[in-house]
């Protein structure tokens, strides 16, 4: 019998090395400062955007999931995740845990300038023994700007249970 782990680890298995493509909308002052604020950030430099030295700072493109029109609800999973987050897992009830991530920052941020993020499945793998068995996936995400290219490299890695 299939469980859904075993989908889950079909439909990654054929999805490795496949480029999808997301639009995130072009950066703005407003969206950058409030994310420094959220994270209880005290640089003026990502606080004040009349500054000359105003930037956008560095976690905030790696933190884009979405554009600035954001999701619908049939976008969610019932824990609240995107329901593409983590690959193969659309629709099956299965447990999803954060992984850990790598991050690889290129250059800074430009304001004003179209982002999109680039994101291939890199690897699958069986972790674990028996019933407790999981998934590992591991996804990497290339964030770029339109005119100066890659901002940042985020490797993720997330457990599916």
Known sequence: MRTPLDIVHERVSAAIGTREHRDLGSVRPDEAVAFAR???EDDPRYLEPDRPDFAVHPMYVPSLLRGPSGARDEDYRADGMFADEVPGTSGLDVRLMAGGQDVDFHRPTPL????????????????????A??????VVKTYR?????????????????
Do not use: H
């Open 112 to 131: 004003g300038e179209r982002i999109g993020a680039d994101r291939v499945v890199d690897r699958i793998e069986w972790k674990g023994r028996g019933d």
């Open 38 to 40: 959220a994270c209880a």
């Open 145 to 161: 700007a339109a005119a100066v290219g890659a901002l940042a490299t985020v490797t993720e890695r997330f457990i599916v249970r």
């Open 133 to 138: 068995r999981f998934l590992l996936i591991t």
